[in-house]
């Protein structure tokens, strides 16, 4: 049983950040069906916190941390589910040029891949650039259609034969990207959902009694339908289930405010439902008085489009009782997702609360 005895995760957050780990988690490559380095950086960070660790098949990482003292109660079963992989591409075809096209790995906006540069991971890492036609050689309808995927290409620079040896059809392709700093926040690619398993490993990091058995997940292939947490989920059985996942923050110029989904800088996100689940109301209102009875700034979010692990949760075994604590996020599915810290930290707080007290409520309906 990892020591966590001289740990009151309660207390105020320090002002800093593991900024070393959430750089590394970020910017680790991670496509879908893929996740194997991101998967080593997650073994490595849950080995001393967890008292067994395994993987499946599909590659899903389980942490589990049993509750002290097991007697003969039976204790609940709370499944955590992060998701490893990052939007991404896989390689469809190399031409006679040395270009290469490519098939999207979830959800894109086109218009957000002008001038960006990616990783191609064929039998050695290929640093390269999104090509598309240049604005000088549009015609004039061109320029006022929006960009598609098929429009794109990548260039890495090296001629057709040297890139034929190198890259193959199946290949994946990824985004590269730096973490920074801007102001309060924090910005770069893959926030969605690495800031999510960075969330799940820092809360458990932080937490101190407990009374049910926790399942720590770090879940693959959720950006293509959810297909690691349901696997990991029906193995399981969770009684209880939290997803850990960012959401949209739309508080830009031009949105209404009846648009926003959740605002930077106004805390944690408690989901009430996504296009893919709707949370249990009990478990909602038990976030809610926790993060009330610890000063944890919270707001309410209310997703229309858009799904996460929590869906594969609720759908476990003979049901389970899910919710999902969200981390609110500007310019999602881009290159320059943002986060502000102070959300951050609320969520892991939030996280912690939550499991040293799964136990006490009754989630039944």
């Known amino acids: 049983m990892p020591d966590t005895a001289n740990l009151n995760p309660l207390d105020p957050f320090p002002m800093d950040l593991n900024l070393d780990l959430l750089r590394r988690l970020c910017e680790t490559p991670g496509a879908p069906g893929r996740e194997e380095r991101v998967r080593e ?48 591409f896989l390689v469809t075809h190399v031409d006679e040029g040395g270009f290469i096209r ?12 002008t001038a960006q540069r990616v990783n191609v991971h064929g039998k050695r890492d290929l640093l390269g650039v999104l090509g598309t ?44 990207r730096d973490l920074v700093e801007i102001g309060n926040t924090l910005n770069g690619k893959s926030f969605d959902n690495r800031m999510g398993l960075f969330v799940m490993l820092e809360a458990l990091a932080r937490q101190g009694a407990h009374e049910v058995d926790v399942y720590a997940v770090a879940s693959v292939q ?23 996942d960012i959401t949209v923050a739309n508080d830009v110029p031009d ?65 389970a009782a899910v919710g999902c604590i969200s981390i609110p996020t500007r310019y999602v599915h881009s290159s320059i997702e943002m986060c502000h810290k102070d959300d951050i930290r609320a969520s892991i707080q939030l996280l912690v609360a939550f499991m040293e007290s799964a136990h006490r409520e009754s989630y039944a309906l």
């Open 41 to 88: 950086l997650v073994i490595e960070r849950l080995r001393p916190l967890c008292d067994e660790i395994s993987t499946d098949v599909l590659g899903n990482v389980i942490g589990l941390r049993r509750a002290p003292g097991r007697g003969s109660t039976k204790p609940l079963r709370l499944m955590l589910s992060s998701h490893m992989d990052e939007i991404s």
């Open 102 to 113: 490519f098939t999207p790995l979830g959800g894109f906006d086109a218009k957000t891949l």
């Open 133 to 176: 036609k240049p604005v000088h050689v549009m015609s004039e309808e061109e320029k006022k259609t929006a960009p598609k995927l098929d429009d794109y290409f990548v260039d890495v620079g090296l001629p057709a034969a040297e890139v034929k040896a190198l890259v193959s059809v199946g290949d994946v392709i990824t985004r590269q």
């Open 222 to 244: 959720e950006e293509i339908g959810l297909r690691g947490a349901t696997v990991a989920a029906r193995n399981i059985e969770p009684d209880i289930g939290i997803a850990l």
């Open 255 to 319: 949105a209404k405010s009846h648009e926003h989904i959740t605002r930077l800088g106004s805390g944690v996100a408690i989901k009430v439902m996504d296009s893919s689940v709707i949370c249990n109301p009990r478990l909602v209102g038990h976030l809610k008085r926790l993060a009330e009875e610890h000063n944890i700034r919270y707001q309410m979010e209310v997703l229309v489009r858009g799904g996460t692990d929590t869906a594969a949760l609720q759908r476990s075994g003979r049901g």
